[in-house]
Nanobody
Framework: QVQLVESGGGLVQAGGSLRLSCAASGSIFSINIMGWYRQVPGKQRDAVATILNSGTTNYADSVKGRFTISRDNAKNMVYLQMNSLKPEDTAVYYC?????????WGQGTQVTVSS
């Protein structure tokens, strides 16, 4: 079992920045992929950024150049630095982990970007 807890969401003006954090606990030794996803009401949950154990990252086209995903394995943390935020980035952001072939999700943190 893996437990994920997100933090760092909030309200920010367009052009501003936020950093989301995801704390992992439990069977973290078997986690091989972590990522951030987001969802707005009535729409599917979409991938924002992922990071492998190797450090390889992938980003959605809509956030490339603005968002940066990173992980601190010593602290069992994954971060999402979000810069140049836009109103369309408003969503609930979820941390996700893949461990031994199973998916785990955090509870989500709201990010609201005002225009």
């Amino acid at each position: 079992q893996v437990q994920l807890v997100e933090s760092g969401g909030g309200l920010v003006q367009a052009g501003g920045s936020l950093r989301l954090s995801c704390a992992a606990s439990g069977s973290i030794f078997s986690i091989n992929i972590m990522g951030w996803y987001r969802q707005v009401p009535g729409k599917q949950r979409d991938a924002v950024a992922t990071i492998l154990n190797s450090g390889t990252t992938n980003y959605a086209d809509s956030v490339k150049g603005r968002f940066t995903i990173s992980r601190d394995n010593a602290k069992n943390m994954v971060y999402l630095q979000m810069n140049s935020l836009k109103p369309e980035d408003t969503a609930v952001y979820y941390c996700r982990a893949i461990s031994s072939g199973r998916l785990y999700w955090g509870q989500g943190t709201q990010v609201t970007v005002s225009s």
